[in-house]
């Protein structure tokens, strides 16, 4: 047994390891501690009777889930408990222990974007206007079908459920599979900016790729990947006249047009000098006095993310497998696959081949 599989194991289920010891007879919290920093053994016995307990196949726990999450955004870090950041994480880290799990049987889209540095002399609105670029976006035109255009980028994305406190997460899997994952119960122009954030993150700021020096905090990291975000959903060059001048009735064309919040609208006519800091602010007291910052009106459009979940389904629709054996195939808990597929109508397994994810 992996000692940090058990770990993962058990801090998915929540558990603390005196909650654990406590369910297990004849396991002690010592014990128990001692084993996951790998400093001493547990009987086969005390294994069996943990591995029950957990529900995660026995073989899960001589894998290794190892998924460094490089770039995560959570607007409300000061009011999130460790144990909650610990559950959204490793979720994501399932997410792309998936990923490459599935990448022995499936090739997903090649990544086709270039990362590039900042401290190599780019900056910011130069690199979001490059990647525009390579995506073929012309420059007067909002982004539209931003999950689709990435995917067909190379990044696979995803929409998870949780609370208002998560805003995202990007990060390169074990096998190089670039992810952002994203907050499912978000609007969508929320969802829209978050997007282009981890594409920032995942363009400027993976290591991988480039080493960053240490003066780069995560809040210049952040402040970055916002810079990003604005000029890649509303270029400079194409918006700025629209923001000379701007009155409250001139927010929702904007909104409709850019598919952008208002308030992200109001900041980028503060960022490029369009309105000055008092009338920055006496917009958002109106924003404020009208509910405006907790709802906005006037939806916008986003498509959906497809690729991860067409994974799946080319599993089941051209390999035949059933939910319980792509969770056996896979090493994981039956409800762990349905909670990220969504997806339970059994068939069966036909063959191996090597599978195209368009």
């Avoid at 001692?34 to 196949?57: A, H, R, V």
Wanted: neutral net charge; charged residues 30%; hydrophobic residues 35%.
């Amino acid at each position: 047994m992996n000692f940090k599989q058990l770990t993962f194991a058990r801090e998915f289920r929540g558990l603390s390891q005196t909650e654990l010891s406590k369910n297990i007879e004849g396991l002690s919290q010592s014990n128990l501690s001692k084993f996951e920093k790998g400093l001493s053994t547990l009987s086969e016995q005390l294994q069996e009777k943990i591995i029950e307990f957990l529900g995660f196949p026995k073989d899960f726990y001589n894998k290794r889930i190892y998924n460094v999450l490089e770039n995560s955004n959570y607007r409300k870090k000061s009011v999130i408990t460790k144990a909650e950041i610990l559950n959204f994480e490793l979720r994501c880290k399932l997410i792309g222990f998936l990923v490459d799990e599935m990448s022995e049987t499936l090739d997903w889209p090649e990544f086709k974007l270039e990362p590039l540095n900042v401290e190599d002399g780019y900056s910011v609105k130069k690199i979001a206007i490059h990647t525009r670029k390579l995506l073929n976006i012309d420059p007067e035109d909002p982004i539209k079908d931003i999950y689709t255009l990435l995917e067909k980028a190379g990044i696979i994305t995803y929409e998870i459920e949780a609370n208002e406190k998560f805003d995202g997460i990007s990060f390169t899997s074990k096998n190089g599979y670039p992810i952002i994952i994203v907050n499912k119960s978000f609007s969508n122009d929320r969802k829209r900016f978050t997007i282009a954030h981890e594409l920032g993150h995942i363009i400027m700021h993976n290591e991988r790729n480039f080493i960053l020096p240490d003066y780069k905090t995560d809040k210049i990291k952040e402040t970055e990947a916002n810079q990003f975000a604005s000029e890649f959903l509303m270029p400079e060059s194409e918006i700025k006249n629209s923001l000379l001048g701007i009155t409250l009735k001139d927010l929702t064309p904007l909104k409709t047009y850019w598919l952008t919040s208002m308030a992200s609208i109001l900041k980028r006519a503060l960022d490029l000098g369009c309105i000055d800091k008092n009338k920055y602010t006496n917009f958002n007291i109106e924003l404020s006095r009208l509910g405006y910052k907790r709802n906005e009106p006037v939806s916008v459009y986003i498509d959906s993310p497809t690729v991860f979940k067409k994974g799946y389904s080319l599993f089941k629709s051209e390999l035949g497998y059933s939910d319980e054996e792509f969770a056996k195939a896979f090493n994981l808990p039956i409800e762990v696959i349905n909670e990220i597929f969504n997806q339970n109508k059994p068939t069966k397994i036909i063959s191996l081949n090597k599978l195209q994810v368009i």
